[in-house]
């Protein structure tokens, strides 16, 4: 048996994906026999300059033992958990700050080509590849994820797909006559791609969207794009499912 901490990145208020992998990994790791806990710490990304400060908590933190009990490992998920300090230190890894890689220069991502964006994003390139670097097992949750870390840090890892939840209740069955998306209602989730698209795709099909927002003003810029479409006889939102 094995002392096991989970290091998750919480943005309060919301909740997603990164989540309810942190609790899943670390259910699943309990029922094997190990003793698992998880750690988090809060995440803001405003403001920007704030992120080195939000590194150096993790790289700050004492993850060694807790209670009389030592930890034998830790696995990081996001950035910045994966700045602690441990001497057996994994990577699952969600994703890096992507804003800093594959959404540079994209109306996605607030750093720019300033000076001083160019200086914060150095440094923070330049500390994930140390520290990822400290990993004695790198992995992603896609093979995207990992093919961005070799990308752009130059460090290879494994793709591993966490598990669907209650995997042996899917299966297939007969098709209808709609699109459904699945997230988080964000800018970056580009739902608003789906609704400008749905006027040009035949008019049987319809678009059932799942999820809330956690942004604000995106429900209204949705509703503004539906009713600019009149899609509303052909756009669902189902909220949390």
């Known amino acids: ?57 993790w790289r700050a933190l004492d993850l060694s033992t807790f209670g009389g009990k030592d930890v034998d490992l830790v696995i990081a998920t996001k950035f910045p958990s994966y700045y602690a300090r441990h001497p057996k230190k994994s990577l699952w890894l969600v994703h890096q700050h992507r804003a800093l890689y594959d959404l540079y220069g994209s109306r996605y991502s607030d750093i720019s080509d300033d000076p001083r964006d160019e200086a914060l994003r150095r440094m923070l390139v330049e500390g994930d590849r140390k520290v990822i670097g400290e990993c004695q097992f790198v992995s992603g949750i896609s093979q995207n994820v990992v093919s961005r870390l070799e990308k752009y840090i130059d460090i290879k890892g494994t793709a591993l797909y966490p598990p669907l939840p209650q995997g042996s209740a899917y299966k297939r069955g007969e098709s209808e006559e709609y699109i459904l998306s699945v997230g988080r209602l964000c800018a970056i989730k580009r739902v608003d791609l789906m609704l400008k698209a749905m006027p040009i795709v035949h008019n049987v099909a319809k678009l059932k969207i799942v999820g809330t927002a956690d942004e604000p003003g995106v429900m209204e810029y949705y509703k503004n794009e539906i009713d600019k479409h009149h899609l509303w006889d052909r756009v669902e939102f189902l909220g949390r499912v």
Request: neutral net charge; glycine residues 8%.
């Open 1 to 57: 048996m094995a002392n096991i901490l989970i290091l998750g990145v919480k943005v309060p208020f919301t909740s997603g994906g990164q989540e309810v992998l942190v609790r899943t990994l670390c259910k699943e790791l309990n029922a094997r026999g190990h003793n698992a806990d998880v750690v988090e710490l809060p995440f803001t990304v405003f403001p920007k300059e704030s992120f080195l400060n939000q590194a150096a908590m």
